[in-house]
């Protein structure tokens, strides 16, 4: 959880930050148990799964940079936060409430 806040207080800190589009382990996962040698060793649907159902509901491409402003701006435009409850069944994040309840307040990066 310290590893997410930490992203989200560089990303409010500067909104124009490059972010690059990956499908799996990422800087959120960094500090994740369940990163095992860069891979998802989490059992269920796997972090792949996720990232592909978001870039495709986004219509971006993975290995794309794109600011993170303009981003979340996709993410706000695009999926709902009720939405997430399908897409991202079985992720531990949903499970928390972080992703929906940051969904549901707009420019929450600002």
């Known amino acids: 959880m310290e590893n997410m806040q930490g992203i989200v207080d560089r990303i409010r800190e500067n909104?124009?930050?490059e972010i690059?589009?990956?499908?799996?382990?990422?800087?959120?996962?960094?500090?994740?148990?369940?990163?095992?040698?860069?891979?998802?060793s989490r059992p269920g649907r796997n972090i792949e799964e996720f990232d592909q159902e978001i870039v495709d509901r986004l219509k971006i491409d993975i290995g794309r940079e794109?600011?993170?402003?303009?981003?979340?701006?996709?993410?706000?435009?695009?999926?709902q936060p009720e939405e997430l409850s399908i897409i991202c069944k079985g992720c531990e994040w949903l499970e928390m409430g972080f992703c929906e309840e940051g969904l549901r307040k707009k420019n929450w990066w600002k």
Not at 66 to 79: P, Q, T
């Open 20 to 40: 690059e589009v990956v499908d799996g382990v990422d800087d959120i996962c960094l500090r994740c148990p369940h990163n095992v040698e860069n891979r998802c």
């Open 66 to 79: 794109i600011e993170s402003k303009s981003l979340f701006s996709l993410v706000e435009e695009r999926i």
């Open 15 to 17: 909104p124009s930050i």
